[in-house]
Each structure stands twice: as structure tokens, then as C-alpha cells.
């Protein structure tokens, strides 16, 4: 649905139109196993706030881009922030909650709901932006999600008795409110990157 429309806004030849898909995907699928590692040794948040912060510098990039080439590349080095945020994400996921709660089966179930639901939508909102506005707005999109998530991070920091407990999640069950926030910006997060 939007290839068409980024072909024709960057004058790319329709042969060459799939690397705009295909180089995202291919880094993003490459660099899966070392950001995995990389989030083990040096902290899965820190992995995954890196991870967003390079999605939002190259999601300008791509809104920007002014040919077939740069696109490509561009779309590439944003594929390698996916690649940090996703195992970093369900890391924190899998170290947050207890193995066999009641809990970490929502949060996995809600991330797995969130994936397909992102991808779905994002595939919907960028083909309607890209067919009535210009390429740049999609890419804006993406990056104003990404760094809605880096502004967001520090509430995962506030002291628990700073608000009430959500309701059906006790203090004793999930931790501080730093770990509900974590939560909720983790399932959100990982299920928009996927997306």
C-alpha cells in the first residue's frame, strides 16, 4: 500500500522498491541475537532506551530522505534500534515478573496482542498518512512514538507511594510503582517497536 507512494514521491524504480522493507527487516532480524546479548551484559533498559533513541534519530532520517540509496541505508540503521529494543523489552518482561504468575501471562499475552495489533494499525494510519499528506509523515510518526517513550521513561523512577495502586495490581504483587510503570511502558513500548 505505501511502496507505491514512497516510489513515486523518491522516484525509485518498482524493482527496487522492496529493499525499502527488505533492509529493515534484514538488520533488524541479523542483530537480533547480539542485542540480546548486549541487553544481558550492559542492562536491558539501558539496551532498550538505546534501541529507542535510534529508532527516533533514523525515523527523521527516513522522512527526510531524498533518494533510493539514502532510504535504504537510512531504513537499515533503524532496523538495528528494533533489533536492540525487542529482546531488551521481553527481557524486562521475563525479569519483571515472577515464573508461573498470573501477571507475567497477561504481560506476555498483552505484548503478543500489541505486536499484531501495531502492525496491523501502522500498517492502516502510515498507508492513509502516506495516500493524503506526504512520505515524511509516517516516519514522523514513528519517531514521535519513540521519543514519547524516551520522555516518558523517567516516570518509571517515581517512589511507590506517589499514587494509588492500579486496580487488580497489589503493591505485594507487582512491586514498587517504578515496576507497574516499567511494566505498562514495556508492554506499550515493545508492541509499537514491533509494530
Not at 25 to 32: I, P, Q
Not at 97 to 112: D, P, Y
Not at 140 to 154: G, I, K, N, Y
Request: with cysteine.
Amino acid at each position: 500500500m505505501v511502496l507505491p507512494n514512497i516510489g513515486a514521491d523518491l522516484n525509485i524504480p518498482e524493482a527496487s522498491l522492496q529493499w525499502v522493507i527488505s533492509s529493515y527487516s534484514l538488520t533488524s532480524g541479523c542483530f537480533l541475537l547480539l542485542f540480546g546479548r548486549v541487553a544481558d551484559v550492559h542492562g536491558r533498559r539501558r539496551t532498550f532506551l538505546a534501541g529507542a533513541a535510534w529508532v527516533a534519530i533514523w525515523s527523521v532520517g527516513c522522512g527526510f530522505a531524498k533518494g533510493e540509496i539514502s532510504l535504504d541505508v537510512m531504513r537499515a540503521l533503524q532496523g538495528i534500534g528494533i533489533a536492540a529494543g525487542i529482546p531488551a523489552g521481553l527481557g524486562v518482561l521475563a525479569q519483571t515478573f515472577e515464573v508461573g504468575s498470573r501477571l507475567r501471562t497477561f504481560a506476555f499475552a498483552t505484548l503478543s496482542c500489541g505486536a499484531s495489533l501495531g502492525s496491523g494499525l501502522g500498517l492502516v494510519i502510515s498507508s492513509v498518512l502516506t495516500e493524503k499528506t506526504r512520505l515524511v509523515i509516517s516516519f514522523v510518526m514513528t519517531d514521535m512514538l519513540a521519543s514519547t517513550l524516551l520522555l516518558l521513561e523517567p516516570l518509571g523512577d517515581l517512589p511507590c507511594s506517589s499514587l494509588p495502586d492500579l486496580p487488580g495490581w497489589r503493591s505485594s504483587q507487582v512491586g514498587s510503582l517504578s515496576t507497574r510503570t516499567r511494566i505498562i511502558w514495556t508492554l506499550l513500548s515493545t508492541g509499537a517497536l514491533i509494530g
